[in-house]
């Protein structure tokens, strides 16, 4: 039971444009949101973070939105660099539980 | 600063072996995190301690897994015997404060193979 989803295993986005990345989540009740983005052969670097008392938080280029009643969190990094391709995790915390999604694959284009 | 240091890098060994991996988290830290990554299920928290003290287990797979965190700065992830099934990437991570849901510093894991 997948109780986070990130339906999109990989993105392209050309050098300079908007990146967005979604999650899905089906427990009601998480209420605490992470963003990780990860290297290849590096462990996981925490990005940003939301609480399900806010519809929005930034920090420099990234912008975490929440969307309670949809269950559907999206990151978006604008302007996108080479330097963000990687693979993004979203993970979802509540009732002491905390869950990641599966990654999705960033691909920057220059 | 030294982040959270993870040893080996790299473990292959035979399938019934026991396997021990390593984990220094970052000093300051009071909590401790093991997780493992597969293709197929992704990144799965295994175990983890608040100031020493495992809080929950409840991801470790079977008996044949074991956690220790003998002291603030060091903790182990034991497998025995081991078995194909559990190759994996192992992290080790550790975050100032207690709680699963605050951020974590990861180190850049143990990639693990049973043959």
């Known amino acids: 039971d997948q109780q986070v989803k990130q339906n999109s295993p990989s993105l392209s986005v050309q050098e300079g444009r908007i990146s967005i990345l979604n999650c899905d989540y089906t427990n009601s009740m998480f209420d605490y949101f992470l963003w990780y983005k990860k290297y290849p052969a590096e462990g996981p670097t925490f990005l940003i973070s939301?609480?399900?008392?806010?519809d929005k938080n930034e920090d420099g280029r990234f912008t975490v939105f929440l969307n309670k009643s949809a269950k559907h969190l999206s990151l978006h990094i604008v302007p996108s660099q080479p330097g963000d391709s990687a693979v993004y995790f979203c993970?979802?915390?509540?009732?002491?539980?905390?869950?990641f999604g599966t990654g999705t694959r960033l691909t920057i284009i220059p | 600063d030294a982040g959270v240091i993870q040893s080996p890098r790299h473990e292959v060994t035979e399938m019934g072996q026991e396997v021990t991996l390593r984990c220094k988290p970052i000093?300051?830290?009071?909590?401790l995190f093991w997780y493992r990554q597969t293709m197929m299920r992704g990144l799965e928290l295994l175990i983890y301690?608040?100031?020493?003290?495992?809080?929950?287990d409840s991801g470790m797979p079977e008996d044949r897994f074991s956690a220790k965190m003998p002291n603030a700065s060091f903790s182990t992830l034991k497998i025995q015997p081991s078995e194909p099934r559990d190759s994996a990437v192992y992290f080790c991570?550790?975050?100032?404060?207690?709680?699963?849901?605050?951020?974590?510093?990861f180190g850049d894991g143990t990639r693990l193979s049973i043959l």
């Open positions: 301690f608040n100031n020493n003290v495992p809080i929950d």
């Open positions: 993970a979802a915390y509540g009732n002491e539980k905390l869950t």
């Open positions: 939301i609480s399900s008392i806010k």
């Open positions: 000093s300051g830290h009071n909590s």
């Open positions: 991570a550790s975050s100032k404060t207690g709680g699963l849901g605050q951020p974590q510093h």
